[in-house]
């Protein structure tokens, strides 16, 4: 039994763990991942495999989205929803299936020359720009699969 707080190792010498939900402050529906590393008895660490976890609602049906993650320019491919079900032993009887547009991949902001700010309200006052040497993020269409 463990209680897993995201991005924060669980680390057994047993290959398997339960993963240990409090009633009070549960897993909301939706997908969720999980990683694994493995460490051998001299010490090399595996690179992670990871899993996505389907919580589901008990009342609502979830959906389940499936399609290739590549694609060649111009063709066409599916889009398969078929994995989708209702926990609350209900019948799936629609799919609706939406185009959100490309992937959008936000770059981190990159500190170009350090500044030391002894008083960061009155530095920036007046200015909606940000500090000299901090670039802000830039929202920019995925070029590759995500």
Do not use: C, W
Request: glycine share 8%; hydrophobic share 35%; aromatic share 4%.
């Amino acid at each position: 039994m463990a209680t897993f707080i995201i991005n924060q190792d669980v680390t057994t010498d047993t290959p398997t763990v339960e993963v240990t939900i409090d009633p009070n402050n549960p897993l909301p529906p939706g997908r969720h991942r999980f990683r694994l590393i493995v460490v051998d008895d001299a010490g090399n660490t595996s690179a992670g495999d990871e899993v996505s976890v389907i919580i589901a609602d008990i009342d609502a049906p979830t959906a389940v989205l499936n399609a290739p993650s590549i694609v060649g320019t111009g063709k066409s491919f599916n889009l398969d929803g078929s994995k989708s079900f209702d926990q609350g032993g209900g019948r799936v009887t629609k799919f609706v299936f939406t185009y959100l547009g490309p992937n959008l991949v936000v770059s981190p902001p990159i500190i170009t020359r350090p500044q030391i700010v002894t008083d960061p309200v009155l530095t920036n006052l007046g200015t909606t720009r940000p500090p000299i040497g901090v670039t802000t993020p830039v929202l920019t269409p995925s070029t590759g699969p995500s």
